[in-house]
């Protein structure tokens, strides 16, 4: 059994494909592997902290993947790694490069993020909008297995790759350990604290504006309501001036990056999405495995794949605010129990994922 594997990342800050990764290698250790993690850098990294020490960290100290094909190809020259998961499209693109133009023999495994049609055609300009497409089509899809986290990205990936349907295995995302460890330890059944949860980076894919304003909606009807919006962005002031637009910034609390978001999970009546995109939304998964139900948009993907109707929430038409709301409505309004919500994510426990990813490292495809 093949049990040395190299993660090669970005960075560690706090998005949701750097939580994956460091549980998976946390997991992985555990079970005996030998793995090297490889960081294109830790500018502004937070998930470091939640590191196993039995992981190798390696700092590439490069600004962006564009930049890194010599630091990543002497990486692999000292340490010849014999497998390589890739947590990074662009990442990807070098790692195929090199493997064209060197003798090197390994293994990439993609790890696919995001549903890239969408994702590559919002990018615009003669970099991201010209060559950068060309090379993710050419080079991306020469990886020798793509992970997707759900079946509606693969059957995206299968599109607009145009690649073999075998070379792509679906792997949702497994609950943190933080979250698992928690679940199995405490009474989920606490006070909630009289508020909608929304978490994510505050950028143009996460969408928040829809949540502010299905919010709005139904503030009326619930007068000791908030809205807790978790994360950091681009977009703060604008969310900000949307909220006093709508006449609610007196009861949305906009609460920065969080390391610690068991709590607000716990306490929260609702996890909201409105994501236009997504790929496999972790929060929606940490939210169910903690006991609190999620109302989402049906968005591309992995909402409709998560959420089970009235066991652990409700899906409303993508992008209708109006049903949003009713369904806002309907969560609020219903009795939820919160080890029937906690039940629904078992199925993303780490021993299930972990089944998949020792069959993917020993070439042994999950059924």
């Not at 990442?91 to 995001?114: E, G, P």
């Not at 460890?181 to 059944?189: D, F, I, V």
Request: with cysteine; glycine share 6%.
């Amino acid at each position: 059994m093949n049990k040395k594997v190299t993660f090669i990342i970005g960075n560690l800050r706090g998005g949701g494909a750097e939580k994956v990764c460091v549980t998976l290698a946390n997991m992985l250790v555990k079970q005996g592997y030998q793995i090297d993690l490889v960081a294109l850098n830790l500018n502004g990294a937070v998930r470091d902290k939640e590191l196993s020490s039995a992981v190798n960290l390696i700092d590439l100290n490069v600004k962006h993947a564009r930049y890194s094909i010599f630091s990543i190809w002497r990486y692999i020259r000292t340490n010849r790694p014999s497998q390589i998961l890739s947590f990074n499209r662009q990442i990807s693109v070098v790692l195929a490069i090199l493997k064209k133009l060197t003798t090197s023999q390994f293994r990439l495994i993609s790890r696919n993020i995001i549903f890239l049609s969408i994702a590559e055609s919002n990018k615009k300009g003669l970099w991201h909008g010209v060559i950068a497409k060309f090379l993710i089509k050419k080079f991306y899809s020469s990886s020798d297995a793509i992970i997707a986290q759900s079946s509606a990205m693969k059957e995206d990936l299968l599109s607009y790759l145009g690649i073999p349907s075998e070379k792509v295995i679906v792997i949702n995302n497994p609950v943190s350990e933080s979250v698992s460890s928690y679940a199995n330890k405490n009474s989920l059944n606490v006070h909630k604290g009289g508020y909608l949860l929304c978490v994510g980076r505050l950028e143009e894919q996460k969408a928040f504006h829809y949540a502010l304003k299905g919010f709005s909606a139904i503030i009326s009807e619930f007068p000791e309501l908030r809205l807790k919006i978790v994360g950091q962005g681009s977009l703060e002031k604008s969310l900000k001036k949307c909220a006093n637009e709508l006449g609610i910034a007196e009861r949305v609390d906009f609460e920065g990056f969080q390391e610690e978001m068991i709590p607000y999970y716990l306490s929260a009546n609702l996890t909201v999405l409105t994501s236009l995109f997504e790929g496999f939304p972790n929060v929606l998964v940490e939210s169910t495995a903690l006991g609190t139900p999620v109302v989402a948009f049906d968005c591309p993907s992995g909402p409709s794949e998560i959420i089970i109707e009235g066991k652990n929430g409700y899906l409303a038409p993508y992008l209708d605010v109006d049903v949003l709301a009713d369904k806002l409505r309907l969560a609020l309004s219903h009795q939820w129990d919160s080890a029937d919500v906690a039940s629904t994510a078992k199925r993303y426990s780490s021993e299930a994922i972990l089944k998949s990813y020792h069959a993917l490292f020993n070439d042994q495809r999950p059924n």
